[in-house]
């Protein structure tokens, strides 16, 4: 077999994007959050479907922001019970426990990696009083959020669309665009890039307002309503007036630069991704005896080539072929997340015997997919399947 180099993500900043890098850094006199990441959130705003958008420093802390600015818009208090799937990545739930809420675990299914829905109908009849679901659209999966709002219709639904630009709901709109609060990332190993940053959208105005002040350490200046706090806090100096607490999770004006250059390529990049991911299911159904095929529809937007080993064996033979042909692999995400050892004291809700996130745990493995990808390294992981 030849080696490909088949990594994760190759560099994904074109000579275009660098030169209007360095043509910004040029002439520009401005580097941090200014008018070029206003433009961004607005053609990011259209370009999702979602009425406003917040750019900040990473996906994670985008996560954080969110949830903190909805504890305190919503009136929620410490202890309050959040929904979280078992398999995300780590900093969906980090923010629930440092913000002093009581993550709720689920299993999640193999279809779509999102919560276990006979699972979610356990939890409804047992903690009828949470309060917030932080719904993850795992790898690229959109999840079934239309049966979470029948099961817990009075509790906030929020979306982390980390890894997922472009997936869609049921009626062909983006998933994050009607959504009180979606976060996405733009790591360097993602749709897109402005090497680390995300994004926070929303169509409710007053939580957009609340995040803009807790962006910039509760500034009152931030707020498109600052000359109503002037008006009530008289005795107060407007450049340094905080009304909320808040953090620095700005980002700057040339990473706006490359989002906007990057931003341009998106729709192609997820056209590419998919269609990679179509010979891939083509593939693993070829040798479905040796693998559990999640599934496919045109409401996917691929960040991953998941394979769902029938067995452990299986798993780590595919490994070391993997590593000895230069391709680089994954676990599914964080796993088990349970299994980490800073959740070690948590549990999963759950009556069934086995769990679906335990299996993904032991036989998950991905490998990457984007707009790189092409035949060459589809017939070689055809060839290696085929050993098995």
């Given at each position: 077999m030849s080696n490909l180099n088949w990594p994760l993500m190759k560099d994904n900043l074109t000579l275009s994007d660098r030169v209007?890098?360095?043509?910004?850094?040029?002439?520009?006199?401005?580097?941090?959050?200014?008018?070029?990441?206003?433009?961004?959130?607005?053609?990011?705003?259209?370009?999702?479907?979602?009425?406003?958008?917040?750019?900040?420093?990473?996906?994670?802390?985008?996560?954080?922001?969110?949830?903190?600015?909805?504890k305190e818009l919503y009136g929620l208090k410490d202890g309050d019970k959040v929904l979280v799937p078992a398999d995300t990545w780590v900093t969906n739930i980090g923010p629930v426990i440092q913000l002093g809420f009581t993550p709720i675990f689920c299993d999640i299914n193999l279809q779509n990696f999102s919560f276990c829905e006979e699972d979610l109908e356990y939890i409804a009849e047992k903690h009828p009083d949470i309060k917030l679901i932080f719904v993850t659209?795992?790898?690229?999966?959109?999840?079934?959020?239309?049966?979470?709002?029948?099961?817990?219709?009075?509790?906030?639904?929020?979306?982390?669309?980390c890894e997922s630009h472009g997936c869609k709901n049921f009626d062909g709109t983006k998933v994050g665009s009607d959504s009180l609060g979606s976060t996405f990332s733009f790591y360097f190993g993602h749709h897109i890039s402005t090497i680390e940053?995300?994004?926070?959208?929303?169509?409710?105005?007053?939580?957009?307002?609340?995040?803009?002040?807790k962006r910039s350490h509760g500034l009152a200046r931030e707020s498109e309503k600052f000359q109503t706090y002037i008006d009530k806090y008289p005795e107060i100096s407007k450049q340094f007036m905080f009304v909320t607490d808040g953090y620095n999770f700005r980002n700057t004006e040339l990473c706006a630069v490359l989002g906007m250059s990057q931003l341009k390529r998106l729709d192609k990049y997820i056209e590419r991704r998919n269609k990679n991911y179509s010979k891939f299911i083509s593939l693993i159904k070829k040798y479905s005896k040796n693998f559990t095929v999640p599934e496919y529809d045109n409401r996917v937007s691929n960040f991953c080539f998941p394979i769902l080993c029938k067995g452990k064996q299986i798993s780590h033979f595919l490994k070391k072929e993997f590593d000895k042909n230069g391709i680089e692999h994954r676990p599914i995400i964080g796993g088990n997340l349970l299994r980490q050892p800073f959740l070690k004291g948590y549990d999963i809700e759950t009556k069934k015997e086995k769990l679906n996130v335990d299996f993904i745990h032991d036989n998950?493995?991905?490998?990457?997919?984007?707009?790189?990808?092409?035949?060459?390294?589809?017939?070689?992981?055809?060839?290696?399947?085929?050993?098995?």
């Open positions: 209007k890098m360095a043509s910004f850094c040029l002439f520009s006199n401005r580097f941090t959050n200014g008018p070029k990441v206003r433009q961004f959130e607005s053609k990011w705003s259209e370009w999702l479907g979602s009425k406003h958008s917040l750019y900040v420093s990473s996906g994670s802390t985008a996560n954080y922001l969110l949830l903190s600015s909805i659209h795992l790898i690229g999966y959109p999840a079934n959020r239309n049966k979470y709002f029948e099961l817990f219709p009075n509790a906030i639904l929020l979306d982390d669309v940053g995300g994004m926070i959208s929303t169509n409710n105005y007053d939580l957009y307002d609340l995040m803009r002040m998950g493995i991905y490998l990457g997919n984007n707009h790189f990808i092409g035949d060459k390294e589809i017939e070689l992981l055809d060839s290696i399947l085929e050993q098995l």
